[in-house]
């Protein structure tokens, strides 16, 4: 049975972000978007197919294309990993105030018979690094089971 988790967030529209601003600022707080020296991130011009590539690229190399399909319009794609573990999923800003988290790789569960999603896990880890900087609206969690 398939379970889809995701933190979804909504900043003050009188304090919108960039795309790039949203993932510096995770990255300065511990999260990471290389695995084995790769990134694995939407390209440009994907068209909203989804279609996750991995390459190895820099994180400057990374940041142009990022400003590279927010100028397009295009939604901005990328896994992040927490520091040194495999917990992580993909982030996706879909314009300067609306962004997703999909919780999907190695999710953190309080319990792994029942695989509740440890959703204080994550927002320890996001929600308050926002905050320092920026002002949310809110945000939600939504778990499909």
Known sequence: MSSSVSLNVKLDSNNLLSSKEVITLLLKFGWNIQKDGKVTFLPLKDDDMYNWTTS??????????????????????????????????????FNKSDFSFALNINTKYIGEKFKIPDFNWYVERIIPYLNLEYHMMEYEFEFIY
Not at 65 to 74: G, I, N, Q, R, W
């Open 56 to 93: 190895n690229i820099t994180l400057g190399e990374f940041i142009k294309l990022v400003d590279e399909k927010e100028y397009a319009k295009e939604i901005v794609g990328v896994e992040l990993y927490w520091e040194n573990t495999d917990i992580g999923g993909h982030l996706l800003m």
